[in-house]
């Protein structure tokens, strides 16, 4: 069920982004010859207009051909000097190029995709708020009283004494007793309070997982840290209640949320790159998911309930719209710093270099994401 999930989601990922780029062709006047949902081989298509929908075997994701993107000799020749070689119509055709475009046009053709997704992650995160969101007790949302507040395990330290008793990131601790000290009243610092005072004995956490209103327990040993010397189970944990909001407020702070995820998500790829630069590509590695891992993912957001599965897709989505964005050949980004290039220099790039350079991007990106693959399976073992 998690992986038919997780197909769904990138297919409908993809799929915003593809429409994206399609949307603002067509408004160009630009000419779509296929928009594809899934991947070759096909299985059936059907033609509107000038365009193909095709549906393919490969269901994870979808493409759009756009005329002129792939530019060839003939595609690259101003549209002012064809009139002298081409007929009528080919200069016609030729117009509706997208190389052919001015130079504005293109970019926001290629920026489009980027943009759905941003726009698929702010009507998520709202529609959230709309249905009742996950929120922390500490985030400011417009002065909204949370409803259903309970402490909820948010990280989970690999290896540590927590992760062997089988607490996992989303649980929400009911209980805890040590020794003969028992409460219900939990909050963070009753928990610190209770870890700290077992003197290193076993204590007792009493907790609920996803929907399921059955307390479970988790007997766990806390252990020192020796760098700060005090006793800890390896958790981290928040106050986090269900935010409902009304139509309008929801779609404010769900556009507040896509902007304070996207920063977050920049930083977060900023350490990663610099890590790698400054030699700890182990330790980057370790926080990069891929296919594999993300259906592990799904599987638990899946668990915890319908809106924890919306903002889970709401972050890859501002995910995929910011991995597009970078300047590497291949990606919208680099296709965009291409145009960039030739605006500053006054002239195309040739054809041959420009398509060399994207095909050896396309090559790397899929070796990268073989490579991370690879790593999701080694660490389920």
Request: hydrophobic share 50%.
């Amino acid at each position: 069920m998690s992986i038919v999930i997780f197909i769904i989601i990138l297919l409908v990922l993809v799929l915003v982004h593809e429409f994206g780029h399609f949307f603002t062709a067509k408004r160009f006047g630009i000419r779509v010859d296929e928009f594809g949902f899934g991947f070759p081989p096909k299985l059936f298509s059907f033609k509107r207009g000038e365009t193909e929908y095709s549906f393919n075997l490969l269901p994870l994701g979808g493409f759009v051909k756009i005329f002129g993107e792939s530019v060839d000799e003939t595609d690259m020749v101003e549209v002012g000097f064809l009139e002298k070689e081409k007929t009528p119509e080919e200069i016609e055709l030729a117009k509706r190029s997208l190389a052919n475009k001015p130079k504005w046009k293109q970019a926001i053709v290629l920026f489009a995709g980027i943009f759905a997704n941003f726009l698929l992650a702010w009507l998520l995160f709202s529609f959230g708020f709309m249905s009742g969101l996950p929120t922390s007790v500490g985030s400011e949302i417009a002065g909204t009283k949370l409803s259903n507040v309970h402490l909820v395990v948010v990280s989970v330290l690999a290896k540590s004494p927590a992760e062997l008793a089988g607490l996992k990131i989303g649980d929400k601790i009911m209980n805890i007793k040590s020794g003969d000290n028992f409460t219900t009243y939990i909050s963070p610092e009753t928990i610190k309070s209770f870890v700290v005072g077992s003197g290193g004995k076993e204590i007792d956490i009493g907790y609920t997982r996803g929907q399921n209103p059955e307390i479970a327990l988790a007997k766990i040993t806390p252990t020192l840290n020796t760098t700060d010397n005090q006793l800890e189970i390896g958790i981290s944990m928040d106050m986090i209640g269900t935010a409902k909001l009304p139509f309008f407020t929801a779609l404010w702070q769900g556009a507040r949320l896509d902007w304070s995820m996207t920063q977050s998500t920049v930083v977060g790829l900023f350490m990663l790159v610099k890590e790698s630069i400054q030699g700890k590509g182990g330790l980057a590695l370790q926080s990069v998911t891929g296919p594999v891992g993300m259906v592990g993912i799904v599987s638990e957001a899946y668990q915890f309930g319908f809106v924890y599965l919306l903002s889970f897709t709401a972050l890859i989505s501002i995910n995929l719209a910011i991995i597009n964005l970078l300047p590497f050949p291949a990606l919208d980004g680099g296709r965009i710093l291409f145009l960039i290039i030739e605006k500053i220099k006054g002239s195309r790039i040739n054809p041959k270099v420009a398509n060399t350079v994207n095909m050896v991007g396309f090559y790397l990106l899929i070796a990268l994401m073989l490579f991370i693959t690879y790593h999701d399976v080694v660490k389920l073992f």
